[in-house]
């Protein structure tokens, strides 16, 4: 059930994103102490306002209760994903180039599991991260969690 909601409202909410110029990044749809959740996560070049969140909340909420498959009550959240936001796909790793991000992979690399670096690109499905001065290759395919972390 959770995978067609979440697939549904996928595709709803990127016909309303993609007229206002926003990207979805992450959609959620889970229980929690105060009963269901559906979080979505939305993004722009130069970061969302409140407003647009907002505005977006408004719309997406219209089109949920016009099409009114979720059979369970739940609250309806957008926000933004944050400074530390999820990459997801290889357009994320290209758009990130040049940025430190925080990589979690299944499996070991070079021993390791978790790692700190600049995104130098993606080549090949592999993610390019140049960590203390070294350049690691780490497959798409092995990244369990890759974020942005905040650089000073």
Not at 47 to 66: F, H, P, V
Not at 104 to 110: A, G, I, L, M, R
Not at 130 to 137: A, N, Q, T, W
């Amino acid at each position: 059930m959770s995978n067609e909601i979440l697939n549904r409202v996928h595709n709803l909410a990127n016909l309303i994103l993609s007229d206002e110029g926003l990207e979805l990044v992450e959609i959620q749809f889970r229980r929690e102490k105060r009963g269901w959740v559906l979080r979505l996560f939305i993004d722009k070049e130069g970061g969302i306002t409140l407003d647009d969140c907002a505005n977006i909340s408004r719309e997406i909420g219209r089109l949920l209760d016009i099409e009114d498959f979720i059979s369970v009550p739940y609250i309806l959240e957008v926000s933004s994903p944050g400074l530390t936001r999820p990459l997801k796909d290889e357009k994320d790793f290209l758009k990130y180039r040049g940025r430190l991000i925080k990589v979690k992979t299944f499996s070991p690399v070079e021993e390791c599991r978790q790692f700190k670096g600049r995104l130098l690109g993606i080549t090949d499905k592999n993610i390019e991260l140049e960590v203390s001065g070294r350049i690691l290759h780490i497959p798409l395919s092995n990244v369990a969690k890759a974020n942005l972390e905040i650089d000073f």
